[in-house]
Every structure is written in C-alpha cells, then in structure tokens.
C-alpha cells in the first residue's frame, strides 16, 4: 500500500434528487423523491431533506409516500443525469488518466499517476479544487475522500457526505476502521452480514479477531482471506481506467460426458457457487448472469439473463443460473458447463430488484433510454409523467408537477429563474408540448461575454 494519501474517491450527494433540485429552482430545500412512480414502483434516490423521513433508495415508493407524503415525487431524466455524469468524469480525467468510474455518480482516481498529487497537502488542494470545479461546471455537489487505498477513500467519502471532503491519514486506517460495522468493507453485502453475525462478529475489530482461519471456515477460501485483508485496512487494488474483469466466470470440463438431468443441475449450482466466492473474493457483484454448456458435439452455447440490478447474493445466482439450464437441451451429453457473472460493480442492489420483481415494464428505469424527447412517440392523448420537461407558447419552459382526471399541473421555471407559478391545463392542451432538459449552470459562452463586458467597462 502507498504511503500518501492520493486515491480519491468521489461520489456525487444524492444525485438524481441533487438534479432535480437543480433543475426545480421551487425544488431546493426541499423533500424530493426521484423512482418509479407507479404502485410498484422503487425510489431511486431521496434528496437529504426527504431522507429525514426515513426514505432511501430501493424502499417501495408506496412507503416513502407514506413516511413523506408532501415529498415531490419524481420520475428519473436518465439521458441527463448520463450527460452531468459524463460532465464530471472529464474534470476527473482532467486530474489523471486513471480514473475508474463505478457508476454514473461515483469514481476513483489515482492522483499520483496523474502526478496531481504527492503528499497529503497537494492530495487535499487536489479534492478540493475538484468538488469547486464540480460545482462551477455541474452546479452540483460531491464528496471526496482521500486516503492510501480504494477502500479507504471510498469510506472517507462516505463520512464526508453531504458536500465535504476527509482525508485518512496513513497510520490511522486501522484505529478508525475497528469500531466500523463489518457492511462497511466492500464485498460484505447483506447475506454476508448476517451469516457474520450469526457468528457474533458485527466490527470490523470482530472480523480481524477473529482471524483469517475462522473467515476462511466461514466464508470460504477466496472470501475469507479478501476479507481478512480488508480488516487489517490492506488493500492494494490498483486504480485501474478500464474494468480489467469484464466478467468473472468458472467452468468444469468433464471427463466423461454428463447425462443425468439431475446431476447436470447439481453441477450448475456448485459453478454458481463458486462463481460467487470469486466475485465475493474481489469485493464484486454484477447484473447479467451467463450460463455455458458445451454439449457431446462440441457445439457450445451461451445463455444469459439480466437482473435489474448487481448481485452476489448466492440463492439469486443460483437461481438464475438453473433457470437458465431449463432452456437448454442437453439430450446426448454436457462435456463443460460454466457460470458466470458480467456487468460488474462494485456495489449490491439486491434490495432494489428483490422488491422490483414483477414490476411493470413501463416502470422499469432502463438506463440510457431518455423518457423524453423528440423520439418519445406521440401517444393519441398524452401521457404527462411528474418531472418531464415541457413549452408552453405563452408561458415558457416548465415540468410537470402532476397529472390525472384529464389534467395537467405544470410549474413554470427553469434552473436560471426564481421559483415559478403553477399552472393547470387540459392534459390534451394545444401548445403544451414535451421539451428537452435545460442546462443546471449559465452557458461558458454567456459567462465569457460577461467579461469582455466588464474589460471594456474598466
Ligand atoms: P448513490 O451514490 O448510491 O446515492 P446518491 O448519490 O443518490 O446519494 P449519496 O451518494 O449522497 O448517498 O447512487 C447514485 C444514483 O444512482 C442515485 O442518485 C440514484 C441511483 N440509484 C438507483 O437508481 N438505485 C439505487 O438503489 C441506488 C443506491 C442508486
Ligand atoms: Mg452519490
Ligand atoms: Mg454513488
């Protein structure tokens, strides 16, 4: 492990809720809630003034309606929370070439290598000149942390959250992680947890006490030692630009053929298993789970089924995995079977699609997919949805506020103006029509006219 301080981690406050706020100057301050929201939908994120309440990403919005009933509930403008993201990873490239983005919101950045950083004192001019530039350029807030290692930064930016920065000091990881809840480690989701509990140990002192033999009996090889490692704060993951593990996947070549049905599931669920204590070992989880037969003629083929969210959770691999054997035809024989699992992150969201099962399509947040636009088809009465972008001829840019019996409520105001009037329309109103997002912060074209302005004025 390095000696200064010069892994960063960022992660945006509260993003999707952040941009609406931004968004919705009559937003600020107050409870937003960003999700699905139709009966079954799932929050996505809260805004810290709804969380107060209780709400958190992945609670069914039912119950957040009802913990925060005057919350504004918003359905998620995907295509320009990608373009703020993309927004923020250029300032963070700007920094260093080694930047590794875990999702929209969230990165790491290896300082030294962008020799933005040596030592403590230039690691923290680093962060802060970044979470200024953020703001400059996004109009938004993020945390940073500092620290020697990728799961120290990652904490320190936790304890930074909302808007600030903390920086670990080398020496001092271990004494600050003791007290910790072993969930703070990364690859500790909830079924770890909770079989570490029932094993009495809840710290991350627990964890280290208890020893590397006992993780390992516990756990299992791979995951027990990546976990013993982690609390003794030894983490030497590099910052690495591009995900070198596409997928982590295990396979079994048989010796002789495999017929029997019954064993060939067997096997699957003994792949998928060990599929997990690797993906657990390097403190993964991923969204698409992959199945590999090659059958007695050497024909090979591929299955896979997407989850909403990442997993490493054993039962739902699993089953994935031996739903996925139930569309193949292994008639004549398997020679190799293989589980795997891509679309990785570094984070779980089990909670989110164990409650989202079922869900109406139309409810499912797909990112990359704008729900706006020009492309949005033109449905015979339109379908307003709370937060869509939309022009009036007379009144300007607005979003929708709310809709239903007929109706349209829109507040007018854009990211640039003061809070704006509510107005409410027939919802098959002539003029109103959907629009595109505005931007958060005044143009760089406007603030630059701005200054020839005041040369010429001094
Ligand atoms: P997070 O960074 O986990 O959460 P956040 O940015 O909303 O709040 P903070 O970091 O300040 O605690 O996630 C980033 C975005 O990803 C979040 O704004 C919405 C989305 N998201 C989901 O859609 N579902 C989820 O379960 C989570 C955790 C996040
Ligand atoms: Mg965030
Ligand atoms: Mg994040």
């Known amino acids: 492990m390095r000696?200064?301080?010069?892994?960063?981690?960022?992660?945006?406050?509260?993003?999707?809720?952040?941009?609406?706020?931004?968004?919705?100057?009559?937003?600020?301050?107050?409870a937003v809630v960003v999700g699905g929201i139709g009966p079954r939908g799932v929050v996505a994120t809260a805004s810290y003034e709804a969380r107060v309440f209780g709400v958190h990403s992945a609670m069914p919005t039912a119950q957040a309606r009802r913990l925060a009933p005057n919350a504004?509930?918003?359905?998620?403008?995907?295509?320009?929370?990608?373009?703020?993201?993309d927004q923020v990873m250029a300032l963070l490239r700007q920094l260093s070439p080694l930047v590794e983005p875990l999702s929209l919101d969230e990165a790491f950045v290896d300082l030294e290598a962008g020799d933005a950083a040596r030592d403590e004192a230039s690691a923290r001019e680093a962060g802060a000149r970044l979470r200024a530039d953020i703001r400059a350029v996004t109009g938004l807030t993020g945390s940073v942390g500092l620290a020697a290692s990728k799961m120290l930064a990652k904490i320190a930016s936790e304890r930074a959250k909302p808007d600030g920065l903390v920086l670990i000091e080398p020496g001092t990881e271990r004494a600050l992680l003791s007290p910790m809840?072993?969930?703070?480690?990364?690859?500790?989701?909830?079924?770890?947890?909770?079989?570490?509990?029932?094993?009495?140990?809840?710290?991350?002192?627990?964890?280290?006490?208890?020893?590397?033999?006992e993780l390992v009996r516990l756990l299992g090889k791979a995951h027990g030692h990546a976990l013993?490692?982690?609390?003794?704060?030894?983490?030497?993951?590099?910052?690495?630009?591009?995900?070198?593990?596409?997928?982590?996947?295990?396979?079994?070549?048989?010796?002789?053929?495999?017929?029997?049905?019954?064993?060939?599931?067997?096997?699957?669920?003994?792949?998928a298993d060990r599929c997990v204590r690797r993906l657990r070992g390097a403190g993964l989880s991923g969204r698409t789970i992959v199945l590999k037969v090659r059958r007695y003629d050497f024909s090979t083929l591929t299955r896979s089924e997407t989850l909403r969210g990442p997993t490493d959770d054993p039962t739902?691999?699993?089953?994935?995995?031996?739903?996925?054997?139930?569309?193949?035809?292994?008639?004549?024989?398997v020679r190799l079977l293989g589980v795997g699992v891509s679309g990785l992150a570094d984070y779980t969201q089990e909670d989110l699609f164990a409650q989202a099962a079922g869900e109406p399509a139309e409810e499912t947040p797909e990112e990359g997919v704008p729900d706006f636009g020009p492309e949005r088809p033109?449905?015979?009465?339109?379908?307003?949805?709370?937060?869509?972008?939309?022009?009036?001829?007379?009144?300007?840019h607005g979003w929708v506020q709310g809709?239903?019996?007929?109706r349209v409520t829109v507040r007018f105001e854009t990211p640039l103006s003061a809070p704006g009037r509510v107005r409410t329309f027939r919802s098959d109103e002539a003029g109103l029509e959907p629009a595109d997002p505005l931007p958060l912060v005044a143009q760089v074209e406007a603030a630059v006219e701005g200054e020839t302005e005041d040369g010429m004025r001094g």
């Open 403 to 406: 809709s239903g019996l007929g």
């Open 181 to 213: 809840p072993v969930r703070t480690l990364p690859g500790v989701g909830p079924a770890t947890g909770d079989h570490l509990r029932r094993a009495g140990i809840t710290t991350v002192l627990d964890l280290s006490e208890a020893g590397e033999d």
């Open 72 to 85: 504004a509930y918003l359905t998620p403008r995907f295509a320009l929370y990608r373009s703020i993201s």
């Open 316 to 333: 739902v691999i699993r089953e994935a995995a031996a739903r996925l054997l139930d569309s193949v035809d292994t008639t004549g024989g």
């Open 378 to 396: 033109e449905p015979a009465a339109p379908e307003w949805r709370a937060g869509q972008d939309v022009r009036h001829p007379e009144y300007g």
């Open 228 to 271: 013993y490692a982690m609390a003794l704060a030894r983490d030497d993951r590099p910052v690495v630009a591009e995900r070198e593990a596409k997928s982590v996947s295990v396979e079994d070549t048989y010796a002789v053929d495999i017929h029997d049905r019954l064993r060939i599931g067997l096997e699957v669920r003994r792949l």
């Open 3 to 30: 000696n200064a301080p010069t892994i960063l981690h960022l992660d945006m406050d509260a993003f999707f809720a952040s941009v609406e706020q931004a968004s919705k100057p009559s937003l600020r301050g107050k």
